[in-house]
């Protein structure tokens, strides 16, 4: 049995990494595989304009996943606050429907139950939406996980040939773009920011969700009748 150690500097000794349990090889591969990793980082494009997105550009372009966080709240917002919004949530929680779906995903986004977004993402995207894809691109990017933004990417690409989905609630003509290298990234445009949604507000209609567990998976937000109804509150708080 390890006795306790006596001091923090025999319990660092103990937690020490030994350079010796790695051969050369092994740190050669590690940095590669982050020298790659920031490589394609710095790639990473978002050629849309300012005039597109209908705000000022900075003085010095964003960070990727700084552009990828922002490009996706305007995403969620301006789905929240889409004419249909409430009559798609209302359909998501009696018959799944995907474009509700895609609806109850951003309102959680912008609660900050970020797994629960995702989880309704996929499913949407499941489903053939192209908007779906995109806000699973941005929301990798924004985390810095390459290679699911890269996995995305691609994805976009299919759902936009199967052409399942016509749900668009905010404008955004999402295109896979591969550059000369072979890294895909996404070429999209956006309109002016929607109006913001109450932090408070959303939380609060998070907060009287049903978060049933499902298998594996853990809980995972559901939606209830009353939210629709109070769909109005939430877009004009």
Known sequence: MNRTPRSVEEALRRSRVFRGEYTRADLEDARHDLARELHELRRVRFPHTAAQCGHLAPAHPAAP?????????????????????????SAFDTDRDPDGALTFACLLYLADEEE?????????AG??????GLCLYLLHLRRGDLRDARH??????????????????VPHQARTDT?????????????????????RAVRDAVDDLETPSAAGLGPVPQPIPELAASWEELTTA
């Not at 976009?156 to 609630?169: E, K, V």
């Not at 550059?179 to 932090?199: K, N």
């Open 116 to 124: 629960g977004a995702q989880f309704w993402w996929r499913y949407t």
């Open 152 to 169: 995305w990417a691609g994805q976009i690409s299919r759902l936009d040939s199967l052409a399942w989905s016509t749900y668009t609630p």
């Open 127 to 132: 489903a053939g939406s192209v908007t779906a």
């Open 179 to 199: 550059d000369a290298s072979g890294f895909p990234g996404v070429r999209y445009s956006l309109p002016a920011p929607a109006p913001a949604v109450s932090e």
């Open 65 to 89: 996943h700084e552009r990828a966080a922002y490009d996706l709240l305007l995403l969620c917002r301006g789905t929240v606050h889409h004419d249909s919004a409430a009559r798609h949530v």
